[in-house]
């Protein structure tokens, strides 16, 4: 253990130190590393010491995940996501600090003598952040309640997409101060150099600049009364201008239409823009048909396939993801996760049951991007909890309660793109738990507000690391898209795993023409991201869980044969608990009461019933995935390979270069009949 030059007594083997220990303890970061140094913060923490830091040299990720109402000194300048991901701790920097300074607090302080670099205070959720000099850009990003105050100057984009809270600027504003908020305010006591797209200068009542001059007066700021300028919501962009229209009920077989050229899809298509004014927005997937894995077979004769009733007991199956860096893995009795799905695209009642599924069957749940729910976690034996770039949940608290760890880049339906959920499922109990105003149709952040290449990334990764003891495996979920390009990110920037999603996956909202064209097929990217890690000498050291359109065993032991670490189940999932694909996910109008908020037709989805129709289902994937797995000459998952598959499709040939043979394809109907029913 390296020397800490702590200045406090001995610690007995049984509790706090003794009554004689100094109240402050001193970690010399010249002789302790970072993720020492916060252990021990946090050991601190629990026995209401407060701590001092010195030479911390801007290190990054100082006192990340610090939970305990203690004062942290930081004797210098501080880096990276400095008092990031706490609650209730107060930190005091001495000189300057880096990007995201305060990164998502809940509650407590963070007052920095010194400059900011860009993002400060981004998502906080309560606390109050004081900067003495000056800060950088895009201030308060994505913030949801809280202080923000700076004693300088902003730079450019001060309180862009910011959900809630205030922003106190004693100096000048920067340009767009205000760009695309959804709610909140900022006061501007210098210049207010332009203004932002829907943001609008608006009067101060007496009761705001009253909370203003006492708060200065408790941070010992000093500011004129009567030069404070406010910036608001216009209220011009927090709905779309024309809603989507409800439509008939039309089932996804006959959306996806037929050959024609005008075919009633397409009608219907034409007709709803004339109406709306806009592109469409709906739910569910692409429907042109694409190569999938449709397009592949199985080499061997499988027409024994299932014969023999106990096979499930002669394949090995068990599956560990996500312990490359020393984590405690996710422990999957079988190749198969459950994909990630949110609480407000689905209805709580729907994560439940699909929580419960997973753990009947020993497998993993996923929170999607919405936050954790309670009863969610409380159904999941194992649940990844997923972060994206508005924040919207995301906090330490759940974090700490999870069993995996995720940052969302973007969805195979519409990669590149930020989620979307319109205005009637943003209900009161959801805007609470995302920290959003209820009642606005929902465009969350394309892209993460601390994250603008690899080498931020990789620093956002440890970041959460830090913040949970280096407990929990950090994966990275990757639309299909420049995925030769990416897989060569993510394994660079250390992830435990990879959940890769192609174009055939669905989502609960998006742009029809993103969801039908500007993805990749499941298949090239699975082809595409393996290429890619070849390229790197890398091959089999990262692992990948592919999801995107998987429907069943069939198609789930293609994947693991094309080089799959394990599959993910999405849709299959919904539509064997209920869904009928009837395309109004988007609406919020689900008659079954699965992509819905509202509590009048949540009534009608039964959790126990329809958690127990998901298990049922994810154990015939079970017993398809070791009846095929056996019939090919396997005894674990782990033997699949390519050698097992040939293309039915010229297209399927060329993406995954396996061989083409054509006269395979009768053979694999016959195999989906013989394998398809337990």
């Known amino acids: 253990m390296p020397r800490g030059r702590a200045t406090q007594a001995p610690r007995r083997a049984n509790g706090p130190p003794s009554s004689r220990a100094p109240k402050v303890a001193s970690i010399d970061l010249k002789d302790v590393p970072v993720r020492q140094a916060n252990e021990m913060i946090r050991e601190f923490g629990a026995a209401g010491e407060d701590v ?23 004797r210098g300048s501080a880096g990276y996501f400095c008092g990031g991901l706490t609650d ?8 300057n600090v880096g990007w995201g300074v305060g990164d998502n607090i809940y509650r407590g302080s963070v007052v920095v003598r010194g400059n900011a670099g860009a993002i400060p205070g981004v998502a906080i959720r309560g606390a109050e952040i004081v900067i003495h000099g000056n800060m950088g850009s895009r201030a308060g990003q994505v913030m949801k309640a809280g202080t923000l105050c700076c004693a300088g100057n902003a730079n450019f984009m001060a309180g862009y997409m910011m959900y809630g809270g205030r922003i106190i600027i004693l100096g000048d504003s920067g340009e767009n101060v205000g760009e695309d908020m959804s709610s909140g305010d900022i006061y501007v006591a210098g210049d207010v150099v332009s203004v932002g797209s829907d943001a609008i200068r608006t009067d101060i009542a007496n009761a705001e600049l009253d909370d203003i001059m006492a708060f200065l007066d408790r941070y010992e700021l000093k500011a004129k009364r009567g030069d404070f300028k406010k910036i608001a919501n216009a209220g011009k962009k927090l709905r779309y201008a024309t809603s989507e229209r409800q439509v008939r009920s039309i089932p996804f077989y006959t959306f996806s239409g037929e050959c024609e050229y005008w075919s009633p899809k397409v009608q219907e298509d034409i007709w709803i823009k004339s109406q709306i004014g806009r592109y ?25 396939a299932g014969a023999d009733p106990d096979v499930v007991s002669k394949v090995e199956m068990r599956t560990l993801i996500g312990g490359k860096h020393g984590a405690q893995p996710l422990d999957l009795s079988m190749p198969v996760m459950i994909a990630p799905m949110s609480y407000g695209a689905l209805s709580r009642s729907t994560k439940q049951a699909i929580g419960l599924a997973s753990s009947l069957s020993g497998i993993a749940e996923n929170t999607g991007e919405g936050g954790m729910s309670d009863a969610q976690r409380d159904a999941a034996d194992q649940l990844i909890f997923q972060c994206l770039g508005g924040r919207l949940g995301w906090n330490i608290h759940d974090m700490k309660r999870a069993n995996g760890l995720e940052i969302y880049i973007s969805q195979g339906a519409k990669p590149g793109f930020g ?30 507000p601390d994250i603008l290449g690899a080498d931020d990334l990789v620093i956002k990764v440890e970041e959460f690391r830090e913040a949970t003891g ?28 990879v ?10 909202a998006g742009g029809a023409e993103v969801m039908e064209y500007v993805g990749i097929p499941t298949i090239a990217a699975i082809v595409g991201a393996l290429d890619g890690l070849a390229e790197i000498d890398c091959a089999g050291q990262i692992q990948i869980i592919l999801m995107g359109g998987i429907r069943d065993g069939v198609d789930a032991v293609k994947a693991l044969c094309l080089g799959a670490d394990a599959i993910a189940f999405g849709t299959s999932t919904i539509i064997a608990g209920g869904c009928i694909a009837c395309m109004q996910c988007h609406v919020g109008q689900c008659v079954t009461g699965i992509a819905t908020q509202d509590p009048e037709h949540e009534k009608r989805y039964n959790v126990s019933v329809e958690s127990k129709n998901i298990h049922r289902f994810l154990e015939a994937m079970r017993w398809q995935i070791a009846a095929i797995t056996h019939a090919l000459g396997h005894d674990n998952v782990t033997g699949l390979s390519r050698d097992d598959l040939v293309a039915l499709t010229p297209e399927a040939a060329a993406i995954t270069r396996l061989p083409y043979e054509p006269g395979y394809g009768q053979r694999d109907r016959r195999l989906a009949a013989d394998v398809g029913l337990r």
């Not at 209900?427 to 959003?436: D, M, P, Q, S, V």
């Not at 495996?473 to 995925?483: C, E, F, Q, T, W």
């Open 52 to 74: 001092e830091l010195v030479n911390p040299d801007a290190r990054h990720h100082l006192g990340v995940g610090l939970t305990d109402a203690i004062t942290v000194r930081i």
């Open 419 to 448: 989620g979307q959920l319109m205005a009637k499922k943003v209900t009161k109990e959801l805007a609470e738990i995302r920290g959003i105003p209820a009642g606005i149709d929902l465009r969350s952040p394309s892209r993460h």
């Open 280 to 304: 469409r927005i709906r739910g569910y997937g692409g429907a042109r048909a694409l190569p999938h894995l449709s397009d592949i077979a199985f080499r061997r004769d499988l027409s024994h």
């Open 499 to 508: 959940e890769l999603d192609g174009m055939q996956g669905s989502t609960g």
């Open 470 to 497: 280096y407990r929990l495996p950090v994966s990275i979920k990757l639309g299909a898209g420049r995925i030769h390009d990416d897989i060569k990110i993510a394994m660079k920037d250390s992830f435990d795993f």
């Open 88 to 95: 209730r701790a107060r930190f005091v920097v001495d000189n």
